[in-house]
């Protein structure tokens, strides 16, 4: 095995060397042998951030439970790191054993954001691997990816072996089972390997597929040019959260990483059915883990890792369906730790500022808020549930409670939207403004007023409502952003505003075909990567290389889709129908809402996997939940001698 | 303790080494590290008061990015008694693998920190390729570098810092007796930096050496008791 050699001169050179260097508490070493498989998971941004990603310590764990397979971590080394390695000859390696990549049997990259594509190519170019699927004659290494882009990753397809679709800690296992026998195997081709992963739910082997365009550029026809591959390819789900193992043998990172801190997911989806958001559709429908097992799991990360911070992640916690017996009850164990829990993505209510006044145990951070856009009825366009009179009572909730740092986020460009739409963003910043006057704080005395007023562009997502929507273009964006700089005026308040270009990039890739891959080689060639990173980020590169191909950023940007057309990510089915997006999205040019799921089930089509909040779940497993109060005592019965040693 | 309101604070000091991926570690990172493993090992450290109560960690003196410590020191506090062996056993089971635990004792009335009272440091470089500097630095009249901070940067002398420079076998090593602690300490970046610019050794040399911290030395207690 040949191993990478970092030399004292290249470590003491570079800026935070302890991100390459490995030999965390909880790290996986294992020795290698003939017939061991050795997957390599890839996270195409720095250690600090792919160290923060629970898709990463999930997958760690389940596969380095097995004994046929070792688990290493990959991440991009920063620009100065990069710069070395090239000049060095040094290829990318894993941080366990700084094995160079291309010797391993899998890559299997983590699809966060669109924005991480010019990293895998980058990650792939350092390890002399051929970025086309066609180049690489060799079985291995077998290049896939996994994540949420992996419903839409047509612009990345062409370098992808395979693809993941839906819940991979249920599928990694019989992928593995598979890659493990084939590699027995003497005479094992790709196509046959590659055919027979086929045949598991979920999984997508893009080379298995034609693409055919119209004259105007739109997809004619996505056929399957293999009799192993599914017309469609359904996403594989988790039907129980309960039931899949969970890593509570966390990794501890000894340099410190963006989310530094202990993670349990409560629930995955979303009940809400915000139209812009991709995220609460591909994880249709909720299904939520037991308090009782979220307990446990607490217990045993705190454990094993020392942290002092547990996050619960889930896209809405608010709507976790017993959150306040659960967080009762972690406070109680966690407290006399010196653990504290931090609940992000809460909705505005007052349970919720109750819940934040306990588990901040005093403190007075600063508070988020998420109204989206500016006026009512751009609120029921996108269908998010929350009114001026929320936002506002939370406001003066919060300022009451002595704080006075709030952050208001906002999207220009969402559909429909007018120039009242973009006024009233600073109206209802103002509004609040004027709550902060009329409030006097009732614990502690009055601070000066320090908001920040932040917008993000609307960039329309495969697998939503949106994805038939237009995009603004930059001088739209740009016109709207200087209606905002003018009527912000209070000096209480700052407006941020994110790089047009950034989002006119991410709408091209959000929505691409397979026609943008060699532009993302041409891109990369330039030396475009960290796309995610505003001072990296180049956008002249990448329009430049559109135009080379012959590619308009406006064909995926600017114009709205017709009802007829095909996607590129059309073969890809999340489980929600395309019929469904297309009634919300008749529903959006009405501002009309839809009700979350609890309330009234709208037939979206997640209803299929039988699961979680779903109508057609089987009964029993979730009503078991218990009451509670019943809760509490059954838990202090089962847990309490032993939550505190 | 004259304060009866006073918490029962017990002070443990610990003795250990780093080396291998610790080594890259700032020191910010070795604290989290520490406490940490602290942590994991339940030990009933004593928190600091407040909103975001800490635990209590004095350690002797960070050594610099990329370099090994063969006794490195950090006081712990704690809330209730625990025994030294207890201390140590529990402890070596946390902490991360190049971190180890070479004794501990308890600290009794003692005024001063252990961070104030560090005066001087052994310290060993060992070159890839041959490189005796003994002499040369030990005769310098002066040794002046450009030290860099957040602001400013100014031009120091490092040569009345250095102690002493011990004999060595190995011609590829420089062991040396410097000052050290928080009013004049011997940055072992500028020294190399210095063999770089005033007695032209190659960077190359010189900046892969391993550096090895092998000891601090301490100025005398003072108790409380006088």
């Known amino acids: ?645 | 303790m004259s304060d009866p309101n006073a918490v029962q604070k017990w002070q443990v000091r610990l003795c250990f080494s780093i080396k291998g991926a610790l080594v890259w570690l700032g020191h910010l990172d070795m604290m989290r590290t520490m406490e940490r493993s602290l942590r994991r090992a339940e030990l009933p450290l004593f928190y600091s008061q407040g909103f975001n109560p800490r635990p209590e960690l004095v350690f002797a003196l960070p050594a610099g990015v990329g370099i090994e410590t063969e006794r490195d020191y950090v006081d712990i506090f704690l809330r209730e008694h625990v025994s030294i062996t207890n201390f140590l056993d529990r402890l070596a089971k946390t902490v991360p693998p190049n971190l180890t635990l070479l004794d501990a004792h308890l600290v009794v009335d003692e005024k001063k920190s252990i961070m104030g009272r560090v005066c001087a440091a052994d310290y060993g470089l060992y070159f890839p390729k041959a490189a005796s500097f003994g002499t040369l630095i030990w005769e310098a009249q002066a040794m002046q570098v450009e030290k860099h901070s957040k602001k400013k940067s100014r031009i120091i002398d490092l040569r009345p810092m250095l102690l002493e420079v011990y004999d060595s076998e190995d011609s590829n090593a420089l062991e040396i007796k410097v000052k050290a602690g928080s009013a004049e300490n011997m940055r072992m970046d500028l020294l190399s930096q210095v063999l770089v610019d005033q007695f032209g050794a190659s960077e190359d040399n010189v900046n892969n050496a391993r550096i090895v911290r092998h000891d601090l030395y301490f100025l005398p207690v003072k108790t409380n008791k006088g």
């Open chain 1, 1 to 645: 095995m040949n191993c990478v050699n970092l030399s004292r001169s290249l470590l003491r050179s570079v800026e935070k060397p302890a991100r390459y260097v490995g030999g965390e508490v909880n790290s996986v070493v294992k020795e290698v042998t003939k017939d061991l498989v050795r997957f390599g998971f890839c996270f195409p941004d720095t250690y600090e951030i792919g160290m923060s990603n629970m898709a990463l310590r999930i997958i760690y764990n389940i596969l380095n439970r097995r004994n046929d397979v070792w688990c290493e971590r990959v991440f991009s080394p920063w620009i100065d790191m990069e710069a070395a390695m090239r000049e060095q000859g040094i290829p990318l390696f894993t941080i366990e054993s700084r094995t160079p990549i291309n010797e391993l049997d899998v890559l299997g990259f983590t699809l966060q954001h669109e924005l991480s594509y010019s990293n895998i190519l980058n990650m792939l170019d350092l390890a002399s691997i051929p970025f086309y699927t066609h180049e690489r004659e060799d079985l291995f290494p077998l290049i896939c990816a996994g994540g949420p882009i992996a419903y839409c990753c047509e612009p990345i397809a062409d370098f992808l072996d395979f693809v993941m679709v839906g819940d991979g800690e249920g599928l990694i296992d019989d992928v593995m089972d598979i890659i493990v026998a084939a590699k027995t195997k003497p005479n094992m081709t790709k196509e046959a390997l590659l055919a027979e992963l086929c045949g598991l739910q979920g999984i997508y082997v893009p080379s298995f597929y034609d693409v055919k365009y119209n004259n105007d550029g739109t997809v004619k026809e996505i056929e399957p040019n293999h009799p192993a591959a599914p017309k469609k390819v359904l996403k594989y789900i988790v039907r129980d959260l309960d039931r899949v193992p969970f890593p509570t043998q966390m990794l501890v990172p000894n340099t410190e990483i963006v989310h530094d801190r202990m993670f349990l997911e409560i629930f995955r989806g979303c009940p809400r059915g915000c139209r812009f958001c991709q995220a609460g559709q591909l994880y249709r429908p909720v299904r939520e883990k037991l308090p009782n097992t979220l307990v446990q799991n607490a217990l045993e990360m705190t454990r094993s890792s020392g942290y002092d911070e547990l996050g619960l992640l889930s896209l809405s916690t608010s709507d976790y369906g017993c959150l306040g017996p659960l967080t009762d009850n972690l406070l109680e164990l966690l407290e006399p730790k010196q653990v504290s829990l931090s609940l992000p993505s809460l909705r505005l209510d007052s349970f919720s500022m109750d819940l934040m006044e306990r588990v901040s145990r005093g403190r007075r951070s600063g508070l988020t808020f998420a109204p989206e856009a500016g006026t009512q009825r751009l609120r029921d366009v996108i269908n998010k549930g929350i009114t001026e009179e929320d936002l506002l009572t939370a406001a003066a909730t919060a300022f009451a409670g002595g704080y006075a740092g709030i952050k208001l986020y906002f999207m220009l460009g969402l559909p429909t939207e007018t120039e009242e739409d973009v006024a009233g963003i600073a109206d209802l910043a103002n509004k609040v403004a004027e709550v902060h006057r009329n409030t006097t704080p009732v614990k502690g005395k009055r601070r000066r007023l320090s908001m920040v007023v932040s917008t993000s562009m609307f960039v329309p997502k495969p697998f939503t409502p949106f994805q038939w929507a237009a995009q603004d273009s930059i001088e739209k964006m740009q016109e709207k952003q200087d209606i905002l700089k003018e009527n912000i005026k209070n000096r209480g308040i700052r407006y941020n505003w994110h790089d047009a270009t950034v989002s006119r990039w991410e709408a091209v890739l959000a929505r691409g075909d397979r026609r943008l891959a060699p532009v993302l080689v041409r891109g990369l060639r330039q030396g475009q990567t960290f796309d995610a990173w505003d001072e990296q980020f180049n956008g002249e590169v990448w329009f430049e290389a559109m135009a080379v191909e012959g590619l308009d950023p406006d064909f995926y940007t600017t114009r709205q889709r017709t009802k007829e057309e095909i996607f590129p990510w059309d073969h890809i089915d999340c489980g929600v129908s395309k019929s469904f997006f297309w009634s919300e999205w008749e529903k959006a040019q009405r501002a009309e809402l839809t009700a979350e799921c609890r309330t009234a089930c709208h037939a979206c089509g997640a209803q299929q996997f039988k699961c979680g909040i779903c109508p057609t779940a089987p009964t029993q497993i979730k009503s078991e939940q218990p009451q509670s109060n019943d809760f509490k005592s059954s838990h202090s019965r089962e847990q309490g001698g032993a939550a505190y040693v």
